[in-house]
T-cell receptor, first 114, second 113 residues
């Protein structure tokens, strides 16, 4: 997990509330990613960013938003439009966005709905 | 579309015995294949990857994986399992210029004394 931090470790969301998950990396990586993990399923890509001020939707972007204003930071907002947000959220980064490059993961944030 | 399958939800093995965690893939072209391990409530840790070249790839913690193009497989192996190897293992595939890393559903490895 070294080099990538995610906070908080646990997050509780009330109905109708937007919440933001933090992801910071000090690896000087250009590319960053957000994944969602549900029990019994693999990881699913929410959003990714290959460079500052640019990001792309993944497979399950609906109900989520991101920003990439700084190279080291890629926050994820879970909006009230996401009807089933309870999951484990993982942030990752890689040197660049090439297909052979290794993605390194943070420790994750578990989001629960009150 | 690229896909990856891990046919076993759980693998049980005795400590000291060899272990194999299976992975098969489907891509149109040459794949880039990865193995990750996840301990409870933690992020994924990178173990190894196949890009090109030697079909036998060696990685962290004594793990290795063999790329078999004809069988479209990339099975993870270790000659002698440890109780501390008990964790959730994910295989993942990427190909071409795509940025998407597609994950399998994971295999829970349980190593018993």
């Amino acid at each position: 997990d070294g080099g990538i931090t995610q906070s908080p470790k646990y997050l509780f969301r009330k109905e109708g509330q937007n919440v933001t998950l933090s992801c910071e990396q000090n690896l000087n990586h250009d590319a960053m990613y957000w994944y969602r993990q549900d029990p019994g399923q693999g990881l699913r890509l929410i959003y990714y960013s290959q460079i500052v001020n640019d990001f792309q939707k993944g497979d399950i972007a609906e109900g989520y938003s991101v920003s990439r204003e700084k190279k080291e930071s890629f926050p994820l907002t879970v909006t009230s439009a996401q009807k089933n947000p309870t999951a484990f959220y993982l942030c990752a980064s890689s040197i660049a966005g090439g297909p052979s490059e290794t993605q390194y993961f943070g420790p994750g944030t578990r989001l629960l709905v009150l | 579309a690229q896909s990856v399958a891990q046919p076993e939800d759980q693998v049980n093995v005795a400590e000291g015995n060899p272990l194999t965690v299976k992975c098969t893939y489907s891509v149109s072209g040459n794949p880039y294949l990865f193995w990750y391990v996840q301990y409870p409530n933690r992020g994924l840790q990178f173990l190894l990857k196949y890009i090109t070249g030697d079909n036998l790839v060696k990685g962290s913690y004594g793990f290795e994986a063999e790329f078999n193009k004809s069988q479209t497989s990339f099975h993870l192996k270790k000659p002698s399992a440890l109780v501390s190897d008990s964790a959730l293992y994910f295989c993942a595939v990427r190909w071409g210029r795509g940025n998407k890393l597609t994950f399998g559903t994971g295999t829970q490895l349980k190593v018993e004394l």
